[in-house]
Nanobody, 125 residues
Framework: QVQLVESGGGLVQAGGSLRLSCAAF????????MGWFRQAPGKEREFVAA????????YYADSAKGRFTISRDNAKNTVYLHMNSMKPEDTAVYYC??????????????????WGQGTQVTVSS
């Protein structure tokens, strides 16, 4: 069992920046991939970014490309989401998730077995 603990959400003005963190805790686990998803009120949860743990390969939704950067600290089993040039439409609850086994598709929430509790991000205009 892997537990994910997120932090870093909050209120930011449009054009501002935030950094989210997600640390994975557990016994004897090996991460294959970690991802960030978000869910706005009345909308479905959507993919934001993901990173393959061993290679550092990064994946982004079109909405995140050029503004968000995902990174990892292998030693701390922690993934980060650096968000710049934020927009009001980025307002959502952000969730981190991890897959401990290989999955070919990185942007489907069905391919992630462990989820964090979510952290609220609000961007004011």
């Amino acid at each position: 069992q892997v537990q994910l603990v997120e932090s870093g959400g909050g209120l930011v003005q449009a054009g501002g920046s935030l950094r989210l963190s997600c640390a994975a805790f557990g016994r004897s686990f090996s991460i294959y991939r970690m991802g960030w998803f978000r869910q706005a009120p009345g909308k479905e949860r959507e993919f934001v970014a993901a990173i393959t743990w061993s290679t550092g390969t990064e994946y982004y939704a079109d909405s995140a490309k050029g503004r968000f950067t995902i990174s990892r600290d292998n030693a701390k089993n922690t993934v980060y989401l650096h968000m710049n040039s934020m927009k009001p439409e980025d307002t959502a609850v952000y969730y981190c998730a991890t897959s401990l086994v290989y999955k070919s598709t990185y942007d489907s929430n069905r391919n992630y077995g462990n989820w964090g509790q979510g952290t609220q991000v609000t961007v004011s205009s």
